[in-house]
């Protein structure tokens, strides 16, 4: 199962494990935005709607409070990882586009087949992607699909997903989006086609010791 599993490891492999991020101003070159990617906008409701799919579907899995707190716990970064998935969805999909790369739905179901039976059934492997991915069941199929364009695309480049062909791929498909990051999620690395963590030079972290304006 590892072989198959492999670039959804990747894919969750590159949302670095960040440190808490400092509250800053929105972004007011797109208000209500949590990112641009090209002529897309990810609204700060849609990122809000895809956590609360997540919170909900690990909610149903761990019905036992102390259980889901000490899951919630784990997953603290969870908004600025789903934004950098969504993110990442884009910039792969469009480089997928540009070296004439496609998935059929066929596809997808046959991954989802092969996956299903070594998981042992259609329950066991969304407990699987949720616990490790945090997918929810109903994105499951859409994951696959990323995972799939991004094999079908490092296999046009005649490379692997961990080589740097198929991430400078990647970074060229990001310049072209122009990824724009709300400063309250960090912003967007193209190099490395990687959401990161900044300090905004106007906010000051306010400290105990700190002296406040009178």
Request: proline share 6%.
């Amino acid at each position: 199962m590892h072989r198959r599993r492999r670039p959804a490891l990747l894919l969750t492999a590159a949302i670095a494990a960040a440190a808490p991020l400092l509250a800053a101003c929105g972004n007011d070159a797109h208000p209500g935005a949590a990112a641009v990617v090209g002529d897309q906008r990810i609204t700060v409701a849609q990122l809000e709607n895809r956590v609360d799919e997540v919170r909900e579907a690990q909610r149903a899995a761990v019905p036992d409070e102390t259980q889901y707190q000490q899951v919630v716990a784990k997953t603290g970064t969870l908004t600025r990882d789903t934004l950098h998935g969504m993110v990442l969805d884009q910039v792969l999909h469009r480089a997928a586009q540009d070296a004439g790369v496609s998935v059929t739905r066929r596809e997808v179901q046959g991954m989802r087949g092969g996956l299903e039976e070594q998981a042992g059934g259609p329950a066991q492997l969304e407990t699987v992607w949720l616990q490790q991915y945090g997918v929810p069941p109903e994105r499951l199929d859409a994951n696959l699909r990323l995972q799939l364009e991004a094999q079908k695309l490092a296999q046009s480049l005649g490379t692997g997903t961990s080589r740097p062909e198929f991430w400078q791929a990647l970074s060229e498909a990001s310049k072209k989006l122009d990824v724009d990051l709300n400063p309250r999620y960090g912003a967007w690395d193209v190099q490395k086609s990687s959401r990161v963590d900044t300090r905004t030079p106007w906010v000051r972290e306010i400290t105990a010791g700190t002296p406040q304006p009178a």
